[in-house]
């Protein structure tokens, strides 16, 4: 019986099931069952993705990356020259990393789920992280650059260039070194920065915090009030002071009469002349806080002369940052030929107590920087290209060997390859026969400055043309010469 049934196993489908049932033989799954059963499953209609990007980020085509990328390159340059080494740190941080840095700002913080056993939330700048990394790795003095995305649940708004991924460009000095010297560096680097990018009219704001906390102090403000006052007095660059003394007493519970108190130093901005005033002012320096702040910001106006840009920085009384990680001067850049509509565009100060907040033996080590929010820079000179109706170049190929005649792919290769090898950006159509034609208008409509031209006569002869493709004019070059002359060639132009 075994032989018989064995024998069924060459026979057609239909025979082997039937074979099973009548010898009472069990397969692990019989074929015909498993046909029948996925004819009877429901098709499932395929689900609609909704294409688009999450709120508050944003797709980089060619050319927005191209101007990202001269951007960040400048930045880069910048922070360079200063004598900045560059680290990375990742996306996202243990939760208590990050917790309680913030001020008020921490519900704007994205939390992740428990994937591992760690609570963990994406990085909301690149701060913090830092100072967690200084006091992880034992780091005492440092001048670093850091540039990354960071991630904010704010409402993001496009035409402000506020997302909620966005790029920070950071420069930090960390050290005990003497008073307002790299403050005042931090504030160049910024001035450098916006030059360098012709972002068109800026000034750079200061304050000191310990001003800021003797002004309440002078004021009567309660000491556990201090960090919420100081919010609210930040929202004054957006806000009235009607509103702002609302959020003060409504809110925060300051009386009517502290709140006018502060409201008359607040709305003063100045230059170095508003310190020498403010040191006069009885009711500001009964506070040693407020005192120690006014010489710190004379010291600071004296050096930024020496670097010669007081003339850009402007001493604003109203402008606070919100982080409650600030101890010292702080800084922000604002655009002024943008109106309200960018905001500011850099933004930093001293932070002299963070890495104690990590450090195993709460030990303090100096920090200042200044953080460069290059997501607005981005939406500035997008705009200001289009309104010049200025094309921005997207690939930054140099040669483009192009084909008289058919048959000449394996010609355009080699020198395809030649040039690769000497480190020409170069390339060729993927096309065996492309037209001449079409060849010369892909190089003009890129940019492309020259174009190798090969026909038949030019391999019997061993030479090629080079061709200008913005003049037009071709010159006949020996083929082993070819790499020379380009070199020759892009160093004229460049």
């Known amino acids: 019986m075994l032989r018989n049934l064995t024998r069924t196993f060459s026979c057609p489908q239909s025979i082997i099931v039937k074979s099973c049932f009548v010898h009472s033989v069990p397969l692990p799954y019989a074929a015909a069952d498993i046909m029948s059963k996925e004819q009877e499953k429901p098709q499932e209609k395929p689900s609609k993705i909704q294409l688009k990007t999450p709120k508050g980020t944003r797709d980089y085509g060619p050319e927005h990356t191209a101007i990202r990328n001269d951007v960040l390159g400048r930045i880069t340059e910048v922070f360079k020259r200063h004598g900045a080494v560059n680290i990375d740190t990742p996306i996202f941080e243990l939760k208590d990393v990050l917790t309680g840095k913030y001020g008020e700002d921490s519900k704007l913080i994205y939390d992740l789920a428990d994937q591992g056993g760690e609570s963990l939330s994406l990085r909301y700048d690149l701060t913090v992280p830092f100072a967690r990394y200084l006091a992880m790795n034992k780091i005492t003095n440092i001048k670093r650059y850091q540039i990354a995305k960071v991630y904010r649940r704010d409402n993001p708004s496009v035409a402000r260039g506020r997302y909620r991924e ?16 790299p403050e005042a560096e931090c504030v160049f680097v910024a001035a450098e920065i916006l030059r360098s990018l012709d972002a068109g009219k800026f000034k750079v704001k200061v304050n000191h915090r310990m001003l800021l906390d003797g002004l309440f102090e002078s004021c009567g403000v309660p000491i556990d009030k201090f960090r919420t006052i100081c919010s609210s007095v930040d929202k004054l660059d957006k806000s009235k002071w009607d509103e702002v003394k609302k959020e003060m007493t409504d809110e925060k519970g300051l009386t009517g009469e502290v709140a006018d108190k502060i409201g008359t130093y607040v709305q003063l901005h100045g230059t170095d002349e508003l310190v020498t005033t403010l040191f006069k002012d009885e009711l500001l320096t009964t506070s040693k806080m407020a005192v120690q702040g006014l010489e710190a910001m004379k010291l600071f106006f004296e050096y930024i002369k020496l670097f010669g840009i007081d003339d850009i920085v402007s001493f604003d009384m109203s402008l606070a940052r919100g982080l409650d990680y600030y101890t010292g001067i702080i800084y922000e850049v604002v655009l002024l030929d943008q109106g309200e509509s960018v905001g500011s565009v850099a933004g930093g100060g001293r932070y002299d107590n963070l890495v104690g907040m990590f450090h195993p033996k709460n030990k303090t080590i100096p920090c200042v920087g200044i953080s460069i929010g290059v997501e607005r820079l981005f939406t500035v000179i997008e705009a200001k290209l289009a309104k010049q109706k200025q094309k921005t170049r997207a690939t930054e190929i140099q040669v483009f060997v192009a084909a008289a005649q058919k048959n000449l792919v394996e010609h355009r290769m080699i020198v395809c390859k030649d040039l690769w090898n000497a480190g020409i950006k170069a390339e060729h159509s993927y096309k065996k026969n492309p037209k001449l034609l079409a060849q010369l208008q892909h190089c003009e409509e890129n940019e492309i400055p020259w174009a190798v031209v090969i026909g038949e006569e030019e391999v019997s002869k061993g030479v090629v043309k080079l061709r200008d ?13 070819l790499v020379e002359e380009i070199f020759k060639r892009l160093q004229i132009k460049s």
Do not use: N, P
Request: glycine share 4%; aromatic share 14%; hydrophobic share 30%.
């Open 469 to 481: 493709v913005v003049t037009r004019k071709e010159e006949e070059v020996k083929r082993e010469e």
């Open 166 to 181: 966005f790029y920070q460009c950071d420069f930090d000095i960390a050290g005990q070194y003497d008073d307002m010297l």
